[in-house]
């Protein structure tokens, strides 16, 4: 009963599910420890500080929590508020929202390419170019968006048989 009582209270106090925090400890812990067996000085580059890890990891958070969270949450809420108006047996939103994804993930992947940062050293490494970079991503980003609309007129069909 005390336990109860003590549960309800942890719940009430802080939100979010009992192992939260634990979790949450323990990814700090890690993100500690990893500081300490590198060093600090593997994470600051003094020579040129925009190389630093340090200040590619904070670039990271602010672009990602001020300008790319907020710039796809807005296009979510349009795209489900289009769907919503919709009056389809199957809903689109989830055909779009995955090559969305896909699209995104394979960009930051070839971006380097793509803007042929380092093309001396990838030559050296590979003898190739990066020139097609920009567009195998985006032949690759056709493809995702081809397959989504595939898996989406199938499942349609599907839907309009049961009917």
């Known amino acids: 009963m005390a336990t109860n009582r003590l549960i309800h209270r942890w719940k009430r106090a802080y939100g979010p599910h009992r192992l939260h925090l634990p979790v949450l400890l323990a990814a700090f812990a890690l993100a500690g420890y990893s500081v300490w067996v590198l060093g600090f000085d593997a994470l600051w580059n003094r020579r040129v500080w925009w190389q630093a890890i340090a200040v590619w990891f904070a670039a ?96 349609s069909l599907r839907a309009r048989r049961r009917h």
């Open 60 to 155: 990271a958070i602010i672009a990602h929590d001020f300008i790319l969270f907020p710039a796809y949450a807005l296009l979510d809420r349009v795209l489900a508020a289009a769907s919503a108006r919709t009056r389809l047996r199957v809903s689109p939103l989830n055909y779009i929202r995955v090559p969305l994804l896909g699209i995104g993930l394979s960009f930051l992947l070839f971006f380097p390419g793509i803007i042929r940062q380092g093309a001396a050293t990838f030559h050296a490494a590979t003898g190739g170019t990066q020139q097609p970079f920009l567009v195998r991503w985006l032949l690759l980003s056709a493809t995702m968006f081809a397959l989504s609309a595939f898996a989406y007129a199938i499942q």
